[in-house]
């Protein structure tokens, strides 16, 4: 790859981030300059590209519950909704066909289920990028979005493999023994260390999964997944996945520039992209109604929806493979492409935005709510504590055991993972559920008795969304924070946290208070 690429798509990036949005709508955007520059694709730029996705899909097995795949919400919310698009998408594809508009005539009726069934999925790359940029991973509807993603992913490698000549062989049914590897894919994890072996681990774990399923006729992606959901009740499972993020992200650059190099649209493909696109919000708002009629919060399916308010990857591949079989003409291979880069630009924008939005709009949107709702969609109150801890990650622990053993104050821990909550309370903590961004649980819980809440969650403006809320409810408490850069730590008492712990630049005091005692005994 020439000083050229890495040039432009580094501009691109910048200058996006500069205007607060995500530098992933730059390299988007550095794809087709490069092309519009006549420019030709290196053949490193695809395999960076799946390098990218098969990391992508294994960080997410990483996280994965797989008994979260079988709940209602998850498994009608994707075949439900992606039913309805499809039968949409046919419907309106036909009537614009009798219009005569370009490419739609001659389409067909399964040449339109076909556009119906490319665009009926969301985008896994970047539904679960914006997911983690907002530390959003393990909330509700994150969850609840990689459940719906996953079972997407699985319908569109069951097409690949049997739309394309790639045939799995009947030796692919001894790949349901694969779970028996578990002791040794967890043997290997336990004995990496936590230095550079540990990325190169996970890498080669993950590479090893799409080897071997593709040796059997099915797809890498789908290899790399399920051996990351044999390692994913593992202790060092979140380490595994953090030591692969920014290879992950690094990776996936060469994803999006490759969607520019496409092909040069023409101005007719542009229209039909557009209207393909003005399609996003209804596509967005199918899924939250559905989603409300499954008994979800109205919060928790707006947020959900907005996150796979996208076209996907998987759609190109999908119109590749039909335009491959003759069932489409090649430019709808182009078309598609558009309409997933413009839903890549819209949803990162949307996406940025979405808790203001809710905040915004959340009147209106809770009447999609259904009177009876999940159980796991109730608040938990926190009961005798005068401090609250907002994120039960390591940080959090660390105050809460201190507070509580050293300090002897009554202390509630909160935290957005239920399986998190459940292992604290088991060891004897008062941990409930709740998620800090939400502004329905800070209105229906009781902040009477406390006096300090102390927010320990990776993202800094996730503190600052949580701030907000609070400030809106007329918390007359006070507030502390962690920050991990100076620049963060600013920005958080501006908006009202009243001390704020920079993590890195304060660790070196915290270290020296604990040791000082020791030269006592010399």
């Not at 909330?139 to 609840?144: E, I, K, N, Y």
């Not at 919000?281 to 996208?310: C, D, H, Q, Y």
């Amino acid at each position: 790859m020439s000083y050229l690429w890495i040039f432009i798509t580094f501009v691109c990036g910048f200058l996006v981030k500069q205007i607060n949005l995500p530098p992933l709508i730059g390299y988007l955007a550095a794809g087709f300059g490069l092309n519009a520059l006549g420019v030709e694709p290196d053949s490193s730029l695809k395999t960076l590209g799946d390098l990218g996705v098969i990391l992508l899909l294994f960080t997410i097995g990483l996280k994965l519950n797989i008994g979260s795949l079988f709940k209602t919400e998850v498994l009608a919310g994707a075949t439900g909704h992606m039913g309805s698009v499809i039968l949409l998408t046919t419907f309106s594809c036909t009537a614009l066909t009798t219009l005569g508009l370009a490419h739609f005539s001659g389409l067909g009726f399964s040449g339109a289920a076909l556009i119906g069934f490319s665009i009926s999925f969301s985008s896994t790359v970047i539904a679960v990028k914006i997911l983690e940029e907002n530390g959003e991973m393990r909330s509700r509807h994150g969850q609840v979005a990689i459940g719906i993603l996953v079972i997407q992913d699985i319908v569109a490698v069951i097409f690949v493999t049997l739309a394309s000549d790639m045939s799995p062989s009947w030796w692919s049914l001894t790949l349901l023994a694969l779970p028996l590897l578990r002791p040794a894919l967890h043997y290997l994890l336990e004995h990496c260390g936590h230095g550079e072996l540990l990325p190169l681990t996970g890498i080669f774990l993950a590479f090893t999964g799409g080897e071997i399923f593709e040796w059997f006729g099915l797809k890498a992606h789908l290899g790399a997944l399920v051996i990351a959901i044999l390692l994913s009740n593992h202790h060092k499972a979140a380490e595994l996945s953090k030591s692969l993020m920014d290879f992950k992200d690094l990776f996936l650059i060469g994803f999006f520039l490759s969607i520019g190099f496409t092909a040069i649209p023409t101005v007719e493909m542009l229209i039909t992209a557009l209207i393909i696109g003005l399609a996003l919000p209804i596509k967005t708002g199918l899924l939250f109604l559905w989603l409300t009629r499954l008994k979800l919060r109205a919060r928790t399916a707006f947020l959900t929806s907005l996150n796979l308010g996208n076209y996907s990857e998987f759609g190109l591949i999908v119109c590749s493979i039909s335009v491959a079989q003759g069932l489409l003409e090649k430019e709808w291979l182009v078309i598609i492409s558009l309409s997933v880069a413009l839903s890549f630009f819209l949803s990162s924008i949307i996406n940025s935005r979405s808790h203001g939005l809710y905040s915004r709009w959340n009147k209106n949107i809770k009447r999609f709510e259904q009177h009876e709702r999940l159980v796991e969609d109730n608040p938990d109150q926190p009961e005798n504590a005068d401090i609250l801890i907002i994120g039960m990650g390591r940080v959090g622990t660390g105050a809460y055991d201190t507070l509580k053993e050293d300090m002897k104050r009554a202390v509630c821990g909160i935290d957005m993972d239920r399986k998190r909550v459940a292992s604290h309370v088991e060891a004897g903590r008062n941990v409930i559920f709740g998620d800090a961004e939400d502004p329905d649980f800070w209105s229906h819980i009781t902040l009477d008795r406390v006096r300090l809440i102390m927010f320990a969650m990776p993202n800094y403006l996730d503190i600052k969304e949580a701030q907000k809320q609070l400030k809106y409810i007329g918390f007359r408490g006070r507030t502390a924070g962690v920050a991990r850069h100076e620049d963060e730590r600013e920005n958080l008492l501006a908006s009202g946290v009243n001390e704020v712990f920079n993590f890195y630049a304060e660790v070196g005091s915290g270290f020296a208070d604990r040791s000082i005692h020791l030269l006592e005994d010399i």
